[in-house]
C-alpha cells in the first residue's frame, strides 16, 4: 500500500554533505563556530557506534537537537539520528509534515511493544541515492522523553513507526542496508567503490 518512494532521512544528490555552523561563546565571549555536524556518509565506521543515554536535558542537548533539525531540513529529510552526525547520544529528530514545521524531538527513545509488519521503500541520508523495500513493525508503541524533560508514552502505526524504527536503529549503529540480502549489499559496496574512485580521478 505505501510502496511508493519514500524517503527517511530524504534525498541527497545535490552535496556532499551539509554542513551547519553553530555560533556559540567560550569563556571569553567570544563568538566561535562551535560545531560542523556533517552527514556521516556509509560505509564511515562511525557509523556503526552505539549511542549513549542522554543523562540531562541541558542546554547542549537542547542545542544538538536544533542543529540537527536544521541539517535534517537542509537536506530535505524526515528524519535524523544523533549518530548520523557523529554524535553519540540518544536524540532523533523527526519531521513529517509536508510545511516541515511539526518537528519532533525525541530524547532516550525506546520501543516498548513491536507489532505486525509492513513493508515501505526506504532510503537515508548516510546512503544517499539508494532505496530498497525493507520490511518492520506496522504498529509500535514507544516512549521518549521532551527537550522539557517530560516522559512521554506514545504509540503509532504507518509512516511514523517505520521512521522510528529506522531512526532508534542508528542510535544502536545499524542501517536500514543491513536488512538487505548479502548480494544486494556487495552490490552496492561495489557501487560506492566505484562512486569513491571517479570522485576521486576527478579530484
Ligand atoms: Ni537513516
Redesign the pocket.
Known amino acids: 500500500m505505501l510502496a511508493e518512494t519514500i524517503f527517511?532521512?530524504g534525498l541527497t544528490t545535490t552535496s556532499y554533505f551539509s554542513c551547519i555552523l553553530s555560533a556559540s561563546y567560550n569563556n571569553f565571549g567570544v563568538n566561535i563556530a562551535m560545531a560542523i555536524l556533517k552527514v556521516l556518509h556509509f560505509p564511515d565506521t562511525r557509523l556503526r557506534d552505539k549511542a549513549l543515554p542522554v543523562y540531562k536535558i541541558d542546554s547542549k542537548v537542547k542545542e544538538i537537537a536544533k542543529n540537527m533539525l536544521d541539517v535534517m531540513y537542509a537536506e530535505n529529510g524526515i528524519?535524523l539520528?544523533a549518530t548520523?552526525v557523529n554524535i553519540r547520544q540518544r536524540i532523533i529528530v523527526i519531521d513529517l509534515s509536508e510545511e516541515k514545521n511539526e518537528p519532533l524531538i525525541l530524547i532516550n527513545p525506546k520501543i516498548t511493544k513491536l507489532v505486525g509488519n509492513q513493508t515501505m521503500r526506504e532510503g537515508?541520508?548516510?546512503v544517499p541515492d539508494y532505496y530498497d523495500i525493507i520490511e518492520r513493525a506496522e504498529y509500535i508503541e514507544y516512549c521518549y522523553k521532551t527537550l522539557d524533560d517530560e516522559v512521554i508514552n506514545s504509540n503509532t502505526d504507518g509512516l511514523l513507526a517505520v521512521c522510528i524504527q529506522?531512526?532508534i536503529d542508528?542510535l544502536d549503529g545499524k542501517?536500514?542496508i543491513d536488512y538487505l540480502s548479502l548480494l544486494k549489499r556487495q552490490r552496492l559496496k561495489k557501487k560506492i567503490n566505484k562512486q569513491e574512485k571517479l570522485q576521486q580521478s576527478i579530484l
Open positions: 527517511f532521512c528524519g539520528a548520523q537515508c541520508l548516510s529506522h531512526e542508528h542501517l536500514f
